[in-house]
Structures are given as C-alpha cells and as structure tokens.
Nanobody, 115 residues
Framework: QVQLVESGGGLVQPGGSLRLSCAAS????????MRWYRQAPGKQLELVATISSGGGSTSYADFVKGRFTISRDDAKNTVYLQMNSLKPEDTAVYYC????????WGRGTQVIVSS
C-alpha cells in the first residue's frame, strides 16, 4: 500500500517561504510523475506543480510560476515544494499526489499566509 505523507506547512507572513515535503512509503516513486495540488477554503482543488519521473521536466500553474519550485530526491523517496514570496492567496491545504491508473494522495499539510 502506497502512503504519501506531507509535512512542512505552517503559518508564515506574506513574502515568506516554506518548504513542503512529501515522503512516500510502500512503493518507490522513481518511475512516476509526482504532483502537488492545493485546496483553499471554499474553493476547488487545483494543480500547483508537476515533476516528471527522473526530474527532467517540471510544470507550474501560472499563479505560482517564478515563486514555487518542485523537486524530488528519489533516493529518499521524497518530493519537495519550495514556496517563496508567499501571498495570502496561497493559503490552502497542500496535497501530494502520485497520478496514474491507481492514484495516491496524502492527507495534506496546511499552509496559512497571514500577517
């Protein structure tokens, strides 16, 4: 059984930074693309960033381009999301996802951007 566990969320002031981690167990993630999603209160789930298997390709939603960076360390079976220049509208629960015929999700980590 694949488990994804997110960590690193918290309260941060506007302009600040956070680094989210997604640790996988039960299966190696090296052969899979990995994604970060987020869901703000009262809003739909939205895709934030994707990294290809091997890490050679990344893509970002327009609203985070230039501020967020997705990366992976397959030796640690972990995916990261470095978030810089955070804005109040980045407040959301952030979820890690392994897409595929059988998709796996973590339980999320809360990010609150507020002064």
């Amino acid at each position: 059984q694949v488990q994804l566990v997110e960590s690193g969320g918290g309260l941060v002031q506007p302009g600040g930074s956070l680094r989210l981690s997604c640790a996988a167990s039960g299966s190696l993630i090296g052969n899979y693309d990995m994604r970060w999603y987020r869901q703000a209160p009262g809003k739909q789930l939205e895709l934030v960033a994707t990294i290809s298997s091997g890490g050679g390709s990344t893509s970002y939603a327009d609203f985070v381009k230039g501020r967020f960076t997705i990366s992976r360390d397959d030796a640690k079976n972990t995916v990261y999301l470095q978030m810089n220049s955070l804005k109040p509208e980045d407040t959301a629960v952030y979820y890690c996802n392994r897409p595929g015929v059988q998709s796996y999700w973590g339980r999320g980590t809360q990010v609150i951007v507020s002064s």
